[in-house]
């Protein structure tokens, strides 16, 4: 068992938890003691895509951790908590309702190479102790300001009444991101009204590793003139997984049950699919499975240079650093 499950992680449940949940299922499958990790933490307020990285993979899951991420998420305007989200007490309160056009016009200060101070309830570290560790103590947390990129920043209502779906930096098309496209069309009425002013909005963001979600959102309502925070946050994409990948903990629990987990697991591959891969013969996957440095590397290869991901047929056997014709080993596998 090595490569990824990918759960859509239901509210309530911490990352923690539902790491639990697929060690659990792999006992319970008969699978006996495997490495398990996630790919990149999701508070129990938020659902969505969660990179569980079994065996071997777990040496990937720091580059998961790395890897941008999209989310849409609510914010609700008028008050905002301590914690930024729902779960918080509310610390100032506004009767400023921005309107549609108003918050459009705004979200172009919040796209590109940004300054953002985490939320003092996060699990950053401050003199040795996490930081919602002394918020919730009562001590005054103070974080550092620091520099996120938030690729694109959309309005989902915009996109789902004609505004097409969002972009990436790059400019390929990302396939739509919305869970429920038909509560939005149930819940909001139509025609949205450009001038209309809004208790809430919602809006789908490509970031950067770092972004806060709930200090994106924070800051748009600040800059609007008045307050807010996340009423709803989900992941529907992490690195290269998205939705179309997860599954919910029921099936994971009925497919432990069937002992057949192999049908849900995708390959220690999917995980670097932005990654080339270098074919190896048996003589070069020996060499580097010892750690040596590979000399002579294909044309082709070294000529593009950076990370590649050695494979010995359709095994993997290492991701590799190529350079000037040579390949180094920067993790390697035990398969």
Do not use: C
């Not at 620091?146 to 959309?154: G, I, N, P, Y």
């Amino acid at each position: 068992m090595h490569g990824w499950i990918i759960l859509d992680k239901p509210l309530g449940l911490g990352s923690t938890q539902a790491v639990s949940a697929v060690k659990r299922a792999l006992r319970e499958g008969g699978y006996g003691k495997v490495k398990v990790g996630h790919g990149g933490t999701l508070d129990p307020l938020a659902s969505g895509v969660l990179p569980v990285a079994i065996g071997e993979a777990t040496k990937l899951a720091g580059r998961m951790l790395d890897s941008d991420k999209i989310y849409e998420f609510t914010i609700g305007f008028g008050t905002q908590t301590s914690t930024l989200d729902a779960e918080g007490e509310v610390v100032a309160s506004s009767d400023v309702r921005p309107t549609f056009a108003a918050v459009e016009a705004v979200l172009p200060r919040f796209t590109g190479p940004i300054e953002q101070v985490p939320p003092a309830y996060s699990a950053l570290k401050v003199d040795g102790e996490r930081a919602y560790d002394l918020a919730r103590a009562g001590e005054e947390v103070v974080l550092a300001t620091r520099a996120v990129t938030v690729f694109s920043l959309k309005s989902s209502l915009r996109e789902a009444w004609g505004g097409g779906p969002s972009r990436s930096d790059g400019g390929g098309e990302i396939e739509s991101p919305f869970p429920s496209t038909a509560d939005l069309r149930s819940s909001v009425p139509l025609p949205i009204s450009d001038g209309e002013d809004l208790d809430e909005i919602t809006l789908t963001a490509h970031v950067s590793k770092g972004t806060y979600i709930r200090s994106l959102a924070r800051d748009i309502a600040l800059a609007l003139g008045t307050v807010g925070h996340v009423t709803y946050l989900r992941r529907i994409k992490a690195g290269p997984f998205d939705l179309s990948h997860a599954i919910s903990l029921d099936k994971l629990a009925e497919s432990a049950k069937r002992h057949d987990l192999e049908q849900i697991l995708l390959p220690l591959r999917a995980g670097l699919d932005d990654i080339p891969a270098l074919s190896l013969n048996p003589d070069q996957a020996g060499a580097l499975r010892q750690g040596r440095v590979l000399a002579g590397i294909a044309e082709d290869a070294h000529s593009k240079g950076g990370l590649h991901f050695a494979m010995l047929g359709e095994t993997p056997v290492a991701l590799v650093e190529v350079e000037s014709g040579e390949a180094r080993v920067v993790r390697g596998f035990n398969l």
